[in-house]
């Protein structure tokens, strides 16, 4: 067998995954790599701003397209960079493969310019973190591949030792690595949780972001239809049901939570279905009843305070379709006046006549954006409006993240969006303090001339971390993002802003926005108070 570069080696392996995407800003040590891409139809590297975002980016790939995200950064502060958007991956359970430079053995221990020890960086925030050999390189990243897949996804550090590169060795004559399901669930815990399920008067179920990849959409709904049980969504589960469902009663943690609660807090049994405790803790909205979870990993619940009663630990479509092979009683609930509080809900969180805020824009982006489009969000006060209120036709059609939580995720995971869907509208909803963290990323988009409408909520203010000072008594101090007036002029990194004041010039500049080529920021001067009565509302009393 012939030799091969080890750049090359490895660009072939992941081109082999299905990767057509490598985010990062390359360093002396990557060039080799940029070169082998060069060279490979269908794969590309994509210059980031930072590696921050080009991790945001890599994550999203991840999400969106099931095969691993790729991303780089060079030694030291392109590590520590790259790491912000490798714990997005961790947390918000992307697959992912995260390469770095690393120092050559002889140097790896020594005192030496940038040098930290990349291992012991990604480990606590990856699934595996190891280095590359050159003469194993498509075990070592196809390993990679399969532990970031198999399970709960994350990411997978890779380091790429210096010099390395340009090293020719024997290409290894293997394929990519099956990725293994879940073993089915054993027996009895199944009896036991049909066992549960029949005794409970007034169920109700909750669903996570594993129920939604596990493909029981239709199971699940039908059975909730047929014994009339109220169903709870984690925010990363948006779109699994549709929110005019009868049996859908909203989103936890997300605005007016308290009234999502008004149902959940009556229940006798908690059915937890794919959930996946790091978007909002057990402890913090279910009552004390029973409950039985359904998941591929084990519960984390404070059993000293509350009860599991049965832990459902398998595939999650072979223990649903035990399930629903069951015979039980129609539930106990009054699901008209569930629908009344529900209805009441959304209509605390429509816009006011002649009102510029945050529930008026969310309602004329929702109007103007196409519905198979998909948004993206960052964090901060508008998420949790979001959360609740965006009308979501079907998963994957809204894109947040909730378990890491870091503000400046819209603009790169919009720009990974495109990437992977360039005949889908994209648009994406950031707030001025998450827009600064991450504007350069802007210049992506115009680099690869991706048509976005990143609209922009002006608000001149950190407002989550405001509401909270208030609540306390405190004066508002350090989260004004500045006194008055506009994120900054006509144009930003060659991407043209259009600023809107009223509900009408917002309309207006939308519908221009969306008929352009090319990005496009959409600037809507709102009102923040309007925030204050509808989110950082406790689940239950």
Not at 258 to 263: K, S
Not at 381 to 404: D, E, R, S, V
Not at 513 to 524: K, M
């Amino acid at each position: 067998m012939s030799k091969k570069l080890v750049a090359q080696q490895v660009v072939d392996a992941l081109k082999d995954l299905g990767v057509k995407h490598v985010f990062g800003v390359p360093s002396g040590g990557w060039v080799d790599y940029m070169e082998a891409m060069r060279k490979t139809d269908g794969i590309d590297f994509i210059l980031a701003t930072h590696e921050g975002g080009a991790g945001f980016m890599a994550d999203v790939c991840g999400r969106v397209t099931g095969v691993p995200g790729v991303c780089f950064g060079t030694f030291g502060p392109g590590a520590t960079n790259l790491a912000t958007g490798v714990g997005s991956a961790y947390l918000d359970r992307s697959p992912m493969i995260a390469l770095t430079d690393e120092m050559a053995p002889n140097k790896r221990d020594r005192i030496v310019q940038m040098n930290v020890d990349h291992q012991a960086l990604f480990a606590p925030i990856t699934k595996k973190t190891t280095r590359l050999e050159a003469d194993k390189v498509r075990e070592i990243i196809f390993d990679a591949a399969k532990v970031a897949l198999e399970g709960v996804p994350g990411p997978v550090h890779v380091g790429l030792p210096a010099g390395m590169s340009a090293e020719l060795t024997e290409e290894q004559d293997i394929k990519p690595y099956p990725v293994p399901g879940a073993n089915k669930a054993d027996k009895a815990l199944i009896k036991q949780m049909q066992l549960l399920f029949a005794e409970s008067k007034k169920p109700v179920i909750a669903l996570g972001m594993r129920a939604v990849t596990s493909g029981i959409d239709e199971q699940i709904i039908n059975f909730a239809e047929k014994y009339k049980v109220p169903m709870v969504i984690s925010p990363m589960a948006k779109g699994m049901i549709p929110e005019s469902h009868p049996c859908y009663t909203g989103v936890l943690f997300h605005a007016l939570s308290d009234v999502v609660g008004q149902t959940h807090q009556q229940a006798d049994l908690v059915l937890s279905i794919g959930y996946d405790e790091i978007e909002f803790n057990y402890e913090d909205w279910i009552p004390n009843v029973p409950l039985v979870s359904v998941d591929i990993v084990a519960t984390d619940l404070d059993t000293n305070e509350y009860t599991l009663a049965c832990d459902v630990i398998g595939d999650i479509k072979y223990s649903i379709d035990q399930l629903v092979k069951g015979k039980f009683n129609e539930k106990h609930w009054d699901l008209p006046a569930i629908a009344i509080r529900k209805a009441d809900m959304f209509a605390q969180m429509t816009s006011q006549k002649g009102a510029f805020g945050p529930c008026a824009a969310l309602d004329i982006l929702r109007d103007k954006c196409p519905q198979d489009g998909i948004m993206t969000c960052d964090v901060g006060a508008h998420i949790h409006l979001i959360g609740q209120k965006w009308p979501t036709p079907a998963f994957g059609k809204q894109i947040m993240t909730n378990g890491w939580s870091a503000m400046g995720f819209a603009i790169p995971s919009a720009i990974a969006v495109k990437l992977n869907n360039p005949d889908t509208e994209v648009c994406s909803v950031v707030g001025d303090g998450g827009f600064l963290m991450t504007a350069g990323e802007l210049a992506v988009a115009v680099r690869e001339n991706l048509k976005i409408v990143f609209v922009l909520f002006t608000d001149n203010d950190l407002a989550l971390i405001r509401i909270k000072q208030e609540k306390k008594s405190n004066p508002i101090y350090g989260t004004p993002i500045r006194e008055r007036g506009t994120i900054g002029g006509d144009n930003i990194f060659g991407v043209p802003v259009v600023k809107a004041f009223t509900p009408d010039e917002f309309d207006q500049a939308l519908t221009s926005a969306f008929d352009r080529d090319g990005p496009i920021i959409v600037e809507a001067i709102l009102n923040s108070r309007e925030y204050d009565d509808l989110v950082l509302r406790k689940d239950k009393p």
